[in-house]
């Protein structure tokens, strides 16, 4: 991977507050064109890392590249390059939809006739179009973000950067702004956003990186993770009827362990830890054994499983 | 870690000021704002003109007494409401200028907009200034044109330019307390706190600064005699007449005094001396403008340079502060 190939490109960033450390010397290399999920805990750092490649924090040490410049150094080059759409995104109430994006257009230097243009692009785009002479006073939390994104859109930046987008928003809502952010991506953005709902963000995001305690303890694909934290094992979900199924399902070659899940009255669950991907066996299996199979599915790994696993891990190591 | 910035600091200045006037001529208080400055200015008038109408002694500078004539039923001139006025819609400006971007949580994201600090602070502090200039031209004309009508007689050119000082120093005034309004709203991240404290800076230097003065004046200066015959000494008098100058308040009365009434020669003892109706009196031989501009000069540039200094801190504070909303 080469710079040129990179949108982010953040080395040793550590921030210090006195003698708190909030970030830990992270290293971030985001490519372009990716979408980049920073994941953690409220409080991990993941906010003092974004206001850090914004320059709008100081960093106390290490190197940062954000569309080719240096936050620290050309502040206004980055911030031209760079959208940016704050956590629970405010907006001038007494201002239309239309006004708001108007004035961030003149402070961002677009020319006034060309700024019209975009803003009602950028309006029409995110589903916004019909109330763009509404003030935002009248706006729902969603149709807020869509408006921090229609921002983004219309400044045409080369890197969107979304802290926790997603919060606060109902499940119709936080699934069409995860359209809209896809349609940024699909544009040619580079997109870095931050979340700690993980189940919500997977879906969208190349490549992501769990944050703890100011420092990235994991960070690649979501099947990559899950081969580091959960092992290079897969899980089956088995609901059947039968005697013996269990024993039937544990003799079949390559499970580790069948763990037996609360079912109702008339089915059992299972829950089958293999090796590789088993499942065609573990139904012959339930058949062999004179039993019914009613479900069999594989679990996808998800961020959420990592999540839970990784910091059981942790504190059982402590 | 060692910096030099890029790019010029006033990137995003125009938008800024003319997004805040904009604001802040479409504002309630703007309207409040209007209708105060229109009753004032009525109020003040009336007031003057029944007074004139009763003295028919020759005047040269009979249009200024438009501004610094009392009655005994109205105690208040013109001049006294406008140092009273002023400050109250300089607060009312500027108090929720900084915060009220962090509460509307819309600070982070008009910084992340290729613009420095700097443009946002001082374009709102000029747009603030702007609107504050904007009524007090407006309420000026309003005087001068009543006078006009209600007293039949033109100002000349002198009374003029005296009266244009008076509004250059107003101006000034204002921008003081514009200044520690804006100050308090980078320091609080309540509004209302911010309010409160600047009404509260404002009450301290014009009501009860004059009171404490005289106190630590007493207790420094005086001598056995003095206390004893309960008379002030000389050296009494000039602590007590250099320390009330620390308030923007004295410096303003000062400033207004020596402009719109020409016969005041000297300012050296305040305004203890100076009686209302010395100011309506024709005591002493008026002085020219340029001689009354050279009295009052040190008041002037004291009141600039005292927004100056509040305006620096306020861009110190706010330059070192956290955005995080």
């Not at chain 2, 009312?92 to 992340?112: H, I, K, Q, Y």
Request: hydrophobic letters at 50%; glycine letters at 8%.
């Amino acid at each position: 991977m080469t710079s040129g190939d990179l949108a982010i490109d953040a080395r040793g960033l550590v921030k210090k507050y006195g003698a708190a450390i909030a970030v830990d010397g992270i290293d971030l290399l985001i490519k372009k064109g990716e979408i980049f999920g920073l994941l953690g805990p409220n409080g991990a750092g993941k906010t003092t890392v974004i206001l850090m490649l914004l320059g709008l924090t100081d960093r106390t040490g290490g190197t940062v590249d954000i569309a080719g410049h240096d936050p620290a150094r050309q502040p206004l080059e980055v911030k031209r390059h760079v959208g940016y759409m704050p956590d629970s995104v405010g907006f001038y109430d007494n201002l239309t939809a239309r006004a708001n994006l108007a004035y961030i257009a003149e402070l961002a230097g677009i020319p006034r006739a060309e700024a019209k243009s975009r803003i009602a692009d950028a309006l029409e785009r995110m589903r916004l179009g019909d109330v763009a002479e509404k003030k935002v006073s009248t706006f729902s939390r969603g149709m807020r973000q869509r408006l921090g994104l229609a921002e983004i859109w219309m400044k045409r930046s080369q890197v969107a950067i979304l802290d926790e987008p997603t919060s606060g928003l109902d499940p119709q809502s936080t699934a069409e702004l995860l359209a809209m952010i896809r349609e940024l991506k699909a544009e040619g953005m580079s997109i870095l956003l931050s979340s700690h709902l993980l189940d919500r963000v997977q879906v969208i995001c190349d490549r992501v990186a769990l944050f703890n305690k100011g420092k990235v303890v994991l960070q690649g694909t979501v099947p990559e993770l899950a081969k580091a934290v959960l092992g290079g094992g897969i899980v089956i979900e088995i609901e059947a009827v039968g005697d013996g199924v269990a024993a039937a399902l544990s003799r079949v070659s390559g499970v580790t362990k069948v763990e037996p899940q609360a079912g109702n009255l008339a089915t059992n669950k299972y829950k089958v830890f293999a090796s590789r991907d088993v499942s065609a066996d573990l139904a012959a299996a339930v058949m062999n054994a004179q039993g019914r199979l009613i479900r069999l599915a594989v679990e996808e790994p998800s961020l959420d499983a990592i999540y839970t696993r990784y910091f059981e891990e942790q504190s059982r190591a402590a | 870690m060692p910096r030099s910035r890029e790019g010029s600091p006033w990137t995003g200045l125009s938008a800024v000021y003319s997004k805040e006037l904009a604001d802040h001529l479409s504002s309630v208080l703007m309207r409040v704002l209007e209708w105060l400055v229109i009753l004032s200015g009525l109020g003040a008038v009336y007031t003057a003109v029944q007074q004139l109408k009763t003295t028919t002694a020759e005047d040269r500078f009979l249009f200024l007494h438009l501004f610094t004539a009392t009655s005994d039923a109205v105690p208040i001139n013109f001049i006294s409401l406008i140092g009273f006025l002023v400050p109250l819609v300089a607060i009312g400006l500027g108090f929720d200028s900084v915060n009220g971007e962090f509460n509307r949580r819309t600070m982070s994201r008009v910084l992340a907009q290729p613009i420095y600090r700097d443009a946002l602070l001082f374009g709102k502090f000029l747009a603030g200034l702007s609107t504050l200039a904007i009524s007090l031209v407006a309420l000026f004309l309003l005087v001068i044109g009543l006078g006009l009508v209600l007293l039949g007689v033109p100002p000349n050119g002198e009374e003029v330019l005296r009266a244009i000082g008076f509004l250059v120093a107003s101006i000034a005034y204002g921008g003081v307390w514009l200044a520690v309004a804006m100050l308090f709203s980078v320091i609080f991240r309540s509004s209302a706190a911010a309010a409160m404290c600047s009404i509260g800076f404002w009450l301290l230097l014009t009501v009860l600064w004059p009171i404490l003065v005289r106190f630590v004046s007493q207790a420094i200066a005086a001598t056995p005699e003095s206390i004893a015959t309960g008379q002030q000494t000389v050296g009494q008098l000039y602590l007590e007449v250099a320390l009330s100058r620390i308030s923007p308040n004295t410096l303003f009365m000062e400033t207004m005094v020596g402009l719109l009434s020409p016969s005041t020669s000297s300012l050296q003892l305040g305004l203890q001396f100076i009686i209302p109706s010395q100011m309506l009196g024709t005591m002493g031989t008026p002085l020219q403008f340029g001689q009354s501009l050279l009295l009052v000069w040190p008041q002037l540039t004291a009141l600039i340079a005292t927004v100056i200094v509040f305006f620096a801190i306020t861009y110190v504070t706010f330059q070192r502060q956290e955005i995080r909303a």
